[in-house]
């Protein structure tokens, strides 16, 4: 069974409001990663939370981790027609090997 | 921007050939790791390596195989092209001790008719 999954599968918003996804992940965790694919290329690494933490922030992204309900959030600020993309949420495997466990992904589209 | 490279970016190929995906990083890295994605769905793990000479299944089984003599260089190879290898496979690879990101190359789409 996979580790995390995630919702909504999709999100359509419009150019300058929030965007709020989520990640359920089942196992614990060392950190908890979010990565953005834009259609048909590879993943881009956009933040990494770990276990001790409950928040961060980098640029427009906010991420919470409630370690007790095994959940994440991803929130954009002031979204723009640009970050239209695939989100994933990803979790450790703990170890030596780095191994991610990804979620199911959530589809933005920010309308313009 | 990632120093990863995948070739070719798209290919189509015919039932029964042999097929080899090249994936390369010039960041140093010694882990390196294959996944494979169908359209809108989820990654996959199938295989990785800790370094040249190691490489070990993932989570999810494929029949494909790999190869680690360089550090920079984890080839993946097909011997018998089917349908339902059709995917798109993603190369990434991470560096040691640090932090735990995955640099991601821009992936292989592959369609086996």
């Known amino acids: 069974s996979q580790q995390g999954e995630e919702d909504p599968q999709a999100l359509s918003i419009q150019e300058g409001e929030n965007a709020t996804m989520n990640c359920s992940y089942k196992?614990?965790?060392?950190?908890l990663q979010w990565y953005r694919q834009n259609s048909g290329r590879g993943l881009v690494h956009l933040i990494l939370?770990?276990?001790?933490?409950r928040e961060k922030h980098s640029g427009r992204l906010r991420v919470t981790l409630d370690t007790s309900k095994k959940s994440s959030s991803l929130l954009i600020t002031a979204s723009r027609a640009a970050d239209t993309a695939s989100y994933f949420c990803?979790?450790?495997?703990?170890?030596?090997?780095?191994?991610?466990?990804f979620g199911t992904g959530t589809l933005l589209a920010v309308q313009p | 921007e990632a120093d990863i490279y995948q070739t070719p970016r798209y290919l189509v190929i015919g039932t029964g050939k042999k097929i080899t995906l090249e994936c390369s990083q010039t960041?140093?890295?010694?882990?390196m790791y294959w996944y494979q994605q169908d359209p809108g769905m989820e990654l996959h793990l199938i295989h990785y390596?800790?370094?040249?000479?190691?490489?070990e299944k993932g989570d999810l089984s494929s029949e494909s195989t790999v190869s680690r003599i360089r550090t920079e260089h984890f080839p993946l190879t097909l011997e018998s092209a089917r349908p339902s290898h059709t995917s798109q496979y993603l190369c990434?690879?991470?560096?040691?001790?640090?932090?735990?990101?995955?640099?991601f190359g821009p992936g292989t789409r592959l369609t086996v008719l």
């Open positions: 196992t614990s965790i060392n950190n």
């Open positions: 939370i770990r276990s001790n933490e």
């Open positions: 990803a979790t450790d495997a703990g170890g030596a090997t780095n191994k991610l466990i």
């Open positions: 390596s800790y370094g040249v000479n190691s490489t």
């Open positions: 990434a690879s991470s560096a040691p001790f640090f932090t735990d990101t995955q640099y």
């Open positions: 960041m140093g890295h010694d882990k």
